[in-house]
């Protein structure tokens, strides 16, 4: 009788590891899929922020681009007339 009282004990408590085991991997998961939900979430935001720098970098090469023309326009402008 005891050693059937010890056996059960012993499953009843691998029996609780075992759930704590699968309780602790499920919140293992819940937290790791938050926190890659957050990931993805700030990567838009990221790959928006790179977009728009992009586009600010572009427009200002372009700008300092035609402000280099009109310049080496004045310059030459002014060279002729001083000939």
């Known amino acids: 009788m005891t050693a059937l009282i010890q056996r059960t004990t012993l499953l009843e408590m691998k029996e609780l590891n075992e759930r704590e085991r699968a309780n602790h991997a499920q919140q293992m ?3 790791i ?3 890659t939900g957050k990931l993805e979430a700030r ?3 990221l790959e928006a922020k790179v977009a728009e720098l992009t ?3 572009l ?3 372009e700008e300092e681009q035609k ?3 009109q310049l080496a ?3 030459e ?3 002729s007339e001083l000939n």
Do not use: F
């Open 29 to 31: 998961y819940k937290v």
């Open 33 to 35: 899929r938050d926190t």
């Open 43 to 45: 990567n838009l935001e």
């Open 55 to 57: 586009k600010v970098c």
């Open 59 to 61: 427009n200002q090469q």
């Open 67 to 69: 402000l280099r023309e």
């Open 73 to 75: 326009g004045a310059t």
């Open 77 to 79: 402008k002014k060279g």
